[in-house]
């Protein structure tokens, strides 16, 4: 009897993978909390169900791929040791695990990679080597390391091991809300994505899953689309900053996909924020990318029971000081306010005053008398305010604009 030339070939990774890696990391891995969020889903308009993979050991979901891979070499391939390239939190995943399991461990890191997870990695006993200014740079120095020292290569996303143990996360997702709709995953390399969509739909597949990526970074969504990725920028997401999927991923995304959403950096910065300030939770950019796409696209979830990953917590604390703060900005609480006034004694005691009046804080001042736009017997002040919301701060412009102070906002 001729072969079914319509039936689909079998996928890189099945879902036995994923209940196989299930088994292999139980216990050794945090089953992290899924839990609805009813604030986030006000917000959004979704019904919103976070799970916490911000809860692991290392603050990634990163651990369970890395430990199933681990546990599947040989003696003698533990014994030589391993290597990864990794931004941050594979890095942390293969380190922290490689040192439980004995097994020795160096991992390469681009130059850039924030100085909170080298510190990391470093502390669960990897040899860390910094090299090359992007992700790609670091893995082709890996490689050659790979070669010279006889190591076995860990890869962050292209691997069936890899990515049967993060698939495990929607395992436990489906076990907890069994009536999810859609699951919103990032996609950097798309080993999260890949891994979710094969446990998700062998379980219900009816469920759609939807990708996010950094708009800086599109490169599955140019693939699913047949263009050629064009990438590059600073964005916060910096762990799904990658510039070309895997093969398998790509193999397993063309198959199981709905669709890819693109976000924007005002959208991972809200995210970040909403996670610290409604949730009371760490999310680095990356992790926050799923409830970005439902801030930036809120039609295609209104209604429904979404699944989201918060994946990783590992966000550098300047840079989580800088998106509260630049919040606190978008939502006119913080203002800077500047003004022009003859320089005579007592002017900003007044000024001061009628700030105060108003129930606002100053944060902080700052004179200028050599602008040239400025008369000579007059000074610029810059005059940094808290209030409580942006109503409160128009009320301050325009006491200030009474007094004869009208102020410029900045």
């Known amino acids: 009897m001729p072969a079914d030339l319509g039936a689909p070939a079998p996928l890189p990774v099945s879902f036995a993978d994923v209940s196989k890696a299930a088994a292999n990391i139980a216990g050794a891995v945090e089953r992290t909390p899924m839990r609805l969020s009813r604030t986030l889903s006000d ?240 999310a680095e950019g990356a992790g926050a990318a799923g409830l970005a796409a439902l801030l930036a696209h809120p039609g295609k979830f209104s209604g429904r029971k979404v699944g989201i990953i918060l994946c990783g917590g590992n966000i550098d604390p300047r840079l989580l000081a800088s998106v509260l703060t630049r919040a606190l900005v978008r939502e006119g609480r913080i203002s800077s306010l500047r003004l022009i006034g003859d320089d005579r004694p007592g002017l900003l005691g007044r000024v001061s005053k009628i700030i105060g009046d108003t129930g606002a804080n100053i944060i902080e001042v700052n004179h200028n008398r050599l602008a040239l736009d400025v008369p000579a017997k007059g000074a610029e002040f810059d005059i940094l305010i808290e209030a409580r919301d942006a109503q409160h701060t128009q009320e301050v412009i325009d006491m200030l604009s009474a007094a004869g102070y009208p102020p410029r906002r900045m």
């Open 43 to 282: 917000i959004t308009g979704a019904e919103v169900w976070i799970k916490f993979e911000n809860m692991q050991f290392t603050a990634s979901f990163k651990e369970r791929g890395a430990l199933n891979k681990l546990l599947s070499l040989s003696p003698q391939e533990r014994k030589s040791g391993v290597i990864a390239m990794s931004a941050g939190n594979h890095a942390q995943g293969v380190a922290y695990n490689a040192a439980r399991l004995g097994i020795p461990a160096t991992i390469v890191m681009p130059l850039g990679t924030p100085f909170v997870k080298v510190e990391h990695t470093r502390k669960h006993g990897a040899r860390v080597l910094l090299h090359g200014e992007s992700v790609a740079d670091a893995a082709a120095f890996a490689y050659q390391m790979r070669d010279r020292e006889g190591l076995v290569f860990v890869h962050p996303y292209d691997d069936p091991h890899v990515i049967a143990g993060q698939g495990t996360i929607a395992v436990e997702m489906l076990e907890d809300a069994p009536d999810l709709d859609m699951m919103a995953v990032q996609i950097g390399g798309g080993g999260l994505f890949s891994g979710c969509a094969i446990a998700a739909k062998h379980m219900k597949p009816s469920i759609e899953m939807i990708g996010v990526e950094a708009r800086m970074f599109p490169s599955m969504h140019a693939v699913l689309r047949g263009e050629e990725p064009i990438c590059g920028g600073q964005t916060i997401a910096e762990g799904i900053a990658v510039k070309q999927v895997g093969e398998i991923t790509r193999t397993i995304a063309r198959a199981l996909i709905k669709e890819v959403l693109l976000v924007d950096e005002p959208h991972l910065e809200q995210a970040v924020n909403l996670f610290a300030t409604v949730e009371k939770t760490i």
